[in-house]
């Protein structure tokens, strides 16, 4: 062979490699994620395409207070740009309802296998109808400073749920620590979210707030709401618990040794373990004497855009995630989240257990509220108007404003906005 023959042969051969590359290319589907925290999931992606060469998926960030907000606008005009929507599984039903999540109840088989616990299906379902995949759930824990607690020569709460604290018993706590010297006494992770704030009232007995048919009317103006919602309120005014505090700083006043006693979810614990100055240890959250335990639970899921133009990629990605048991613990592999998936939680449960000896049997106080004291968010149509005002209700009583004229005010709002939808 002669070389310029060599040489064509050569050029022909690097031609057909670069058309063959760029056909791959091309025939690459790409697919938009959208969702807050790009950190939590880049480990799941990454494992998702090595799996999946053919599909590319895209991260697009939003904040979380604005991911309502973006749902609405862009799901709701037909954007065809986003495949994949992080969704809190309280809004499926008003999302089902105004036709943003597409219908995978065909899928409702392979989603209970995968996702054994019954809540789990529920939170995902809306009219009979399955609208996304479980991907976490969660519960609320008793987070306590052990230094503090020993300075000030108070016993460590028991870790047996049987045997859990009553919130006057706490508050009794929370004062003596604060006596001995610690900052605050009782700090709640989220102190204006209604996810973590229902537990008050339902264990209360005052119910979650909302009434009626399709839970499509207000009962927060009721004596029982207004009652609890003061003694929250005094936790404030009696300098119990901090005021002009956002949901961002309340894990780094704990890891500072300000607080006493924290109320909150499991996904902190991995900086409350890395953090080497915190002592600290967990206990089953507290319970109104006259009332029953009740603790928060449900979280995100994974949805489909109905106009999508990659819904099989899109699919292949979120059974990935849900269906799957690595790919549902990547999810919590930054954060200890709770993953819905049953081989995922086995794992998560060994890792916790081995990585939480010290501060308490916080895996076996998980198991019994997923299993005896879990109440999710009202399931309405309505939530998204609900949690909203509810906010800023919450702000307002922990910030000093009048528990009766506040509640009054926001109950008013309510029947306005709800009527609306109904």
């Keep these: 062979m002669t070389k310029l023959m060599r ?80 969704t809190d599984t309280p809004r499926i039903p008003a999302f089902a309802s105004k036709g943003y999540l597409l219908d995978v109840s065909e899928r409702a088989g392979a989603i209970k296998a995968a996702n054994p616990n019954p809540t789990d299906l529920d939170q995902v379902s809306y009219d009979g109808k399955v609208y996304a995949y479980p991907m976490w759930t969660s519960t609320q824990l008793l987070f306590y400073n052990r230094k503090l607690l020993k300075s000030a020569g108070i016993e460590f709460p028991s870790g047996d749920p049987s045997k859990r604290l009553t919130w006057d018993r706490l508050l009794e706590k929370a004062a003596a620590a604060q006596k001995a010297g610690a900052k605050w006494g009782v700090q709640f992770q989220q102190p204006d979210s209604y996810y973590q704030l229902q537990m008050l009232f339902e264990s209360a007995g005052a119910g979650p707030g909302l009434k009626g048919d399709g839970l499509m009317e207000s ?54 373990n890395a953090a080497n100055d915190l002592d600290y240890g967990v206990a ?9 335990p009740v603790t928060p639970t449900g979280s995100l899921a994974l949805s489909l855009n109905p106009h999508s133009q990659h819904i099989d990629a899109a699919r292949a990605f979120v059974e990935f995630v849900s269906l799957s048991a690595e790919g549902n613990y990547l999810t919590v592999s ?23 000896e010290k501060i308490g049997p916080a895996m076996d106080i998980i198991n019994y509220e997923l299993q005896n004291t879990a109440v999710g968010r009202p399931r309405t149509i309505g939530y998204v108007t609900f949690e909203t005002v509810m906010i800023k209700a ?26 609306r939808l109904r």
């Design 7 to 86: 040489r064509l042969s050569s050029a022909v051969f690097v031609a057909a490699t670069i058309f063959s590359a760029a056909a791959q290319a091309q025939e690459k589907t790409t697919i938009t994620f959208l969702a807050d925290e790009e950190a939590t999931y880049k480990p799941v992606i990454e494992a998702f395409e090595k799996l999946h060469p053919d599909i590319k998926v895209v991260f697009q960030l939003v904040p979380w207070n604005d991911l309502n907000a973006a749902v609405e606008s862009r799901v709701g005009q037909g954007d065809t740009g986003i495949d994949v929507i992080l």
């Design 394 to 419: 919450f702000g307002d009583i922990r910030n000093g404003a009048d528990v009766s004229d506040t509640l009054k005010a926001a109950d008013q709002q309510l029947t306005r906005q709800l009527s």
């Design 334 to 356: 930054v954060d200890p989240i709770i993953p819905t998936n049953a081989g995922a939680f086995k794992t998560y449960a060994q890792k916790l257990a081995a990585e939480t």
């Design 284 to 292: 089953p959250v507290p319970y109104f004497k006259d009332g029953k």
């Design 219 to 272: 009962d927060i103006a009721s004596n029982g709401w207004v009652k609890t919602a003061q003694w929250y309120s005094d936790l404030f005014s009696k300098g119990i618990s901090p005021r002009g505090v956002t949901p961002d700083q309340t894990t780094d006043q704990f890891i500072n040794g300000e607080v006493a006693f924290m109320i909150g979810g499991t996904y902190p614990m991995g900086r409350y």
